[in-house]
T-cell receptor, first 114, second 114 residues
Framework: DVKVTQSSRYLVKRTGEKVFLECVQDMDHENMFWYRQDPGLGLRLIYFSYDVKMKEKGDIPEGYSVSREKKERFSLILESASTNQTSMYLC?????????????FGPGTRLTVT | AQKVTQAQTEISVVEKEDVTLDCVYETRDTTYYLFWYKQPPSGELVFLIRRNSFDEQNEISGRYSWNFQKSTSSFNFTITASQVVDSAVYFCALSEAGYSTLTFGKGTMLLVSP
């Protein structure tokens, strides 16, 4: 079974803090993704990575950065957290093998910025 | 540009009723993949099914069935004899061949009452 884990289920941070959200997958997947989910807006792609040290901007990259130093780990960084970044953050991974593209998701991190 | 529309924001049914969740997509590609995901209250998105654009056969898995019609660009999901455990947000998604990213619809919240 594919396993995607995220470092925290719930996180409370203060405005201006630097925030790290960690994601680890154990299926040797090439691709990893970060989304945020907000009521009425669905899932929006922040960044994705198709290889170690590679990253691509998604639909809403402003205010975020990412790091992928190892294949299994993909980190989302909020350089200076703001209240409008309060959201549910979902990490996912997928394989290029078989070109099937389905993504497997972690449990999510609900971040509150006060 | 690709787009996925789930026009039903919220559906409420009583247990044992059948329910159909609609999904309409737009793409210029001839090769693409369609997906359905379930997000129960716990928050983790669970992959349910993938169809490719060359396979229009309907699929049935237990109480779940999917109707893919290229003529109407639709990929609808039916739950037969719904149960309380089916209560969740359901997302339809699209991926074009050669791209690892998914475009998600905004989701349909299904509430099944006892």
């Amino acid at each position: 079974d594919v396993k995607v884990t995220q470092s925290s289920r719930y996180l409370v941070k203060r405005t201006g803090e630097k925030v790290f959200l960690e994601c680890v997958q154990d299926m040797d997947h090439e691709n990893m993704f970060w989304y945020r989910q907000d009521p009425g807006l669905g899932l929006r792609l922040i960044y994705f990575s198709y290889d170690v040290k590679m990253k691509e901007k998604g639909d809403i990259p402003e205010g975020y950065s990412v790091s992928r130093e190892k294949k299994e780990r993909f980190s989302l960084i909020l350089e200076s957290a703001s209240t409008n970044q309060t959201s549910m953050y979902l990490c996912a991974s997928s394989s290029d093998r078989g070109s099937t593209y389905e993504q497997y998701f972690g449990p999510g991190t609900r971040l509150t910025v006060t | 540009a690709q787009k996925v529309t789930q026009a039903q924001t919220e559906i409420s049914v009583v247990e044992k009723e059948d329910v159909t969740l609609d999904c309409v997509y737009e793409t210029r590609d001839t090769t693409y993949y369609l997906f359905w995901y379930k997000q129960p209250p716990s928050g983790e998105l669970v992959f349910l099914i993938r169809r490719n654009s060359f396979d229009e056969q309907n699929e049935i898995s237990g109480r779940y069935s999917w109707n893919f019609q290229k003529s109407t660009s639709s990929f609808n999901f039916t739950i037969t004899a719904s149960q309380v455990v089916d209560s969740a947000v359901y997302f339809c998604a699209l991926s074009e061949a050669g791209y690892s990213t998914l475009t998600f619809g905004k989701g349909t919240m299904l509430l099944v009452s006892p």
